[in-house]
């Protein structure tokens, strides 16, 4: 087999046990690897009643064909996936840094962790070996950098890649997230941080030199020299590399799609001038940041970043576009130094920025309205705009201290209802609705409601074609760009990119490439060179199809109903007053009608004869 080892790695924590497992050619066809192959081995694996927290959970650690050998651009990410405890349905998150290649180097392509450990341990995957270590003197003690420092202190190799929780994830934070290489890669979403803590899992360490085989390396070679000559050329790459993803705050708050006070305002003129990056805005004078690129990635879009500073000292990354939106502009904190303190505190304590800034802005709504107080949160007083407030909560809610500040570590969804500000909590399915405002773009508003994970930006960015990166394989109709404030072709679109966009999370390619001129036919002559296959645009994208089809059965057999729970927030559907993206209306049960008839899910529930159509032998319910 070419561009695979066809291996997964299985631990049971509770038994302590350690295997390995060979599945066919056929197997990793069908589903790829990363997201794919992850949602697959939980469909099957994990019974519709498990507790995300208990051990009959299971994390799955995977990254797809083009890592190990290939070194392809932009295959420096991966996926963690499990069921969710935050929304109790599909988890996955996507991480970059340094682990997808070192793990597909150790022979694996998964890893599937099961199971709990009576006592904290860490995992230490070496060239087709697996050893479960003790960890007592990392849990409660170490933040997730320090935890890489011992690790590779203790195993004797500084070349060891860590991906590590903190003490969110060790006190069950539902929306602790993992952390990989000091916060160069972050698996933010879902809270798998909190599944890694349920199970006593402190960290995971891979190191690995085994390379992969290649099919057609003649044919890899030629495609490389092409696609970073595109890459290179591309105006996105230059602006993503100087100015790094911050550099999106100023245009989005233009054209409305800037999250503004808990998703209440429509503008942040003067907000936004002083926390974006690019030409005359002062991310990059203030910060002074050095771009950081993921293994193979010639953009570097993280931003390395010190300060030397008595209150917001810090050296590790600087935040990113959805961090300065949900914690910044969602709260109205305008102070970019303590922004970036505070993505450097969550960085450490493995929170998820999104989840956290959504929970903080929902926070300084009932507190303004007088449904939390001052003593309730432990005498913070958490008006808009506090970053010193946040600060404190950011401790406590860690820390899961007090009564209150205890609920807000279970998530927007229960958050929301047990302290009677549910209109607040801004969340689909459990998870915070991403710094994307459905009002301004609304294929996202179809694609944040259906995405298998709740709130989410990774898992279809549809925006895509209402910003100008068409798709033609997938049809003509999606060969144009789509007017962002019209409801024209949403459902398809937001079906269409949702499909890519499992590819991408699958194979596993940073979807940034995309917006660096990578088309889709692209992606597929590199997996036929990889592994020799002979695959159509046509049968990738139904690959794709097959996978969010399966993610949608596991959401079905997790309880959830898809006419009810694919839906969006009240606030959503009050149309902006002013700004960009003023007066446009949302009309969302049409176009998730459309999406439903592209899929051929009749009420959200996939057919007989579209399963046929996939190979997938479930029954419609
Ligand atoms: S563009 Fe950014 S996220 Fe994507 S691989 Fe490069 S550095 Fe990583």
Avoid at 67 to 77: D, F, P, T, V
Wanted: with cysteine; hydrophobic share 40%; net charge neutral.
């Amino acid at each position: 087999m070419y561009g695979y080892w066809g291996k997964i790695l299985r631990v049971n924590l509770t038994k302590k046990s350690i295997s390995a497992e060979y599945r066919e050619e056929s197997f990793w066809k069908k589903y790829l690897g990363g997201e794919g192959v992850s949602a697959k081995i939980l469909y099957d694996e994990v019974p519709e009643n498990a507790d995300p927290l208990g051990p009959e959970n299971k994390i799955i650690f995977a990254v797809g064909p083009t890592q190990g050998g290939s070194n392809i651009l932009g295959n420096g990410r991966f996926s963690i996936s499990a069921k969710s405890p935050l929304t109790n349905i599909f988890g996955s998150s996507m991480a970059g840094g340094y682990i997808a290649e070192e793990l597909k180097k150790t022979g694996f392509d998964v890893v599937v962790i099961e199971g709990k450990s009576s006592k904290p341990v860490y995992l230490f995957i070496k060239e087709e070996k697996a050893e479960i270590i003790n960890a007592d003197k990392l849990w409660n003690k170490k933040d997730t950098f320090e935890t890489e420092d011992a690790i590779k202190e203790e195993i004797g190799d500084s070349k060891v890649k860590v991906a590590a929780i903190g003490l969110a994830g060790e006190n069950l934070v539902r929306y602790a997230c993992v952390i990989c290489n000091y916060g160069h890669g972050i698996a933010g979403r879902t809270g798998m941080g909190a599944v890694m803590g349920s199970k006593n899992l402190k960290a995971i360490a891979f190191r690995g030199d085994k390379k992969v085989k290649i099919a057609d390396q003649n044919k890899l070679k030629a495609l490389k020299k092409e696609l970073r000559k595109i890459i290179s050329e591309a105006d996105f790459t230059k602006a993503n590399r100087q100015q790094g993803q911050a550099m999106a705050v100023a245009p989005r708050e233009e054209i409305g799609l800037l999250p503004i006070k808990n998703f209440m305002e429509d503008k942040w003129v003067n907000g936004a001038a002083k926390i974006s990056a690019g030409e005359g805005y002062p991310f990059n004078d203030i910060l002074k940041p050095r771009p950081s690129a993921c293994s193979n990635c010639i953009m570097g879009c993280h931003r390395r970043v010190k300060i030397e500073d008595k209150k917001y000292g810090m050296d590790g990354y600087g935040p990113e576009y959805e961090t300065l939106a949900m914690l910044g502009s969602n709260c109205l904190i305008d102070d970019l130094i303590a922004l970036n303190k505070l993505n450097d505190m969550c960085n450490r304590y493995g929170i998820d920025t999104i989840d956290f800034g959504a929970t903080c802005a929902m926070v300084m709504e009932a507190y303004e309205k007088g449904k939390i107080n001052k003593s309730d949160l432990g005498n913070i007083e958490l008006t808009w705009g506090n970053a010193d407030g946040v600060i404190n909560l950011l401790d406590k809610i860690v820390k899961r201290e007090g009564k209150t500040i205890k609920i807000l570590g279970e998530g927007l969804k229960i958050s929301g209802e047990k302290l009677g500000c549910p209109e607040a909590a801004l969340h689909v399915n459990g998870a915070a609705v991403v710094a994307h405002d459905p009002r301004a773009f609304l294929s996202m508003a179809v694609s944040q409601s259906i995405s298998m994970k709740g709130g989410s930006h990774t898992h279809g960015f549809s925006e895509a074609i209402e910003l100008g990166v068409t798709f033609p394989e997938a049809g003509k109709e999606l060969s144009k760009k789509l007017d962002p404030h019209s409801d024209e072709k949403k459902g398809l679109a937001a079906a269409k990119y949702q499909d890519l966009m499992a590819v991408y999370n699958s194979i596993v390619i940073c979807f940034f490439y995309q917006f660096s001129n990578v088309t889709f036919t692209h992606l597929k002559d590199l997996l036929n060179a990889i592994t020799g296959w002979e695959i159509s645009n046509e049968e990738l994208l139904k690959t794709g199809e097959r996978i969010i089809c399966v993610e949608n059965m596991f959401n079905i057999k997790h309880g959830l109903e898809p006419m009810k729970d694919y839906w969006l927030p009240k606030r959503f559907f009050t149309p902006h007053k002013d700004g960009g993206a003023a007066g446009v209306e949302m009309p969302l049960r049409k176009m998730i009608d459309e999406y439903f008839a592209v899929k051929d899910w009749p009420n959200g529930i996939p057919s007989n004869k579209k399963l046929k159509e996939l190979s997938l032998d479930y029954e419609s319910q």
